[in-house]
Nanobody, 124 residues
């Protein structure tokens, strides 16, 4: 049973940076991929980044964060991070990480089965 905990959120000024991390614990961390999602008040959940956990690590970024956010992993520490740069007010949201199975789709969240509780990012 994998449990995920996100941390690193908080208030930040527009143009600033934050680094979110997602720590996994439990029987196994051998998932196919890890994803970062966010949900702002009154908006639908948005899949923003994903990373496969084997090999070279294929990445995916939503257009809304491409060029500003970087997803990375540390398998030895069972941690996946999201470096967020050039933050904008529209990046304000609750950010979640999740584990994905083969065939997982970041855009819809399909086949992402384990979710953390989220960490709030507020950009002003």
């Amino acid at each position: 049973h994998v449990q995920l905990v996100e941390y690193g959120g908080g208030p930040v000024q527009a143009g600033g940076s934050l680094r979110l991390s997602c720590s996994g614990s439990g029987h196994t961390y051998n998932t196919y991929c890890m994803g970062w999602f966010r949900q702002a008040p009154g908006k639908e959940r948005e899949g923003i980044a994903a990373l496969t956990t084997s090999g070279g690590g294929t990445t995916f970024y939503a257009d809304s964060v491409k060029g500003r956010f970087i997803i990375s992993r540390d398998n030895a520490k069972s941690t996946v991070s999201l470096q967020m740069n050039s933050l904008k007010s529209e990046d304000t949201a609750l950010y979640y990480c999740a584990t994905g199975e083969p065939g997982a789709v970041v855009g819809t969240g399909a086949l992402f089965g384990r979710w953390g509780q989220g960490t709030q990012v507020t950009v002003s």
